[in-house]
């Protein structure tokens, strides 16, 4: 099975802030790369596929980017309402594997 | 608008057994492939078990193989997981979702508790 390696594991970051969380798949996956959020209590929510294309309705301070078997998820401007876990998924071969979560809290 | 509505999450026995539900609506529901994914509590997401639109094409995580079975009814709009020889690892949340790799549309999950 291909493993995803998410880091880090949480952090912590103020309203405004930029973040980059990181994804290192354990073989080559194309961009065959999902980034999720999710709330407590809630269903994931669907953020960029394909590595870096931006699912419809999402804001456009979430982005993707690739290189080679990293991957990158950045929030631009932090928002109050962007607090929440995020999981990448490769969807390269199955097992569709995910990682193990970023917990993103306020500072 | 897309609705994805899981149920028959329920408290069973070790090696008891569960058939879960996921009715669709708000799209054509016999279009696209349906996946299950399922979230221990506290933990991170796993994958399930996926199906294509036609039921052609089944597939399953290894964890599941051979226990759990994929189905769906393209007249009823439903999507179906049958799982047997349950163990206390499959207690989770589990959760249809629309599609099989871009899973744009989750419903809001049903729990699965095995104990004794």
């Known amino acids: 099975d291909i493993q995803m390696t998410q880091s880090p594991s949480s952090l912590s970051a103020s309203v405004g802030d930029r973040v980059t969380i990181t994804c290192r798949a354990s073989?080559?996956?194309?961009?065959?790369l999902n980034w999720y959020q999710q709330k407590p209590g809630k269903a994931p929510k669907l953020l960029i596929y394909?590595?870096?294309s931006l699912q419809s309705g999402v804001p456009s301070r979430f982005s993707g980017s690739e290189s080679g078997t990293d991957f990158t998820l950045t929030i631009s401007s932090l928002q109050p309402e962007d607090f929440a876990t995020y999981y990448c998924q490769q969807t390269y071969i199955t097992p569709y594997t995910f990682g193990q979560g970023t917990k993103l809290g306020i500072k | 608008q897309v609705q994805l509505v899981e149920s028959g999450g329920a408290l069973v026995k070790p090696g008891g057994s569960l058939r879960l539900s996921c009715a669709a609506s708000?799209?054509?529901?016999?279009?696209?492939?349906m996946t299950w994914i399922r979230q221990p509590p506290g933990k991170g997401l796993e994958w399930v078990s996926s199906i294509g639109s036609n039921s052609a094409y089944t597939n399953y995580a290894d964890s599941v193989r051979g226990r759990f079975s994929i189905s769906r009814d393209n007249a009823k709009n439903s999507v179906y997981l049958q799982m047997n020889s349950l163990r206390a690892e499959d207690t989770a949340v589990f959760y249809c979702a629309r599609g099989d790799t871009d899973l744009g549309y989750w419903g809001q999950g049903t729990l699965v508790t095995v104990s004794s």
């Open positions: 073989q080559s996956i194309s961009t065959s």
């Open positions: 708000g799209f054509t529901f016999s279009d696209y492939y």
């Open positions: 394909a590595a870096s």
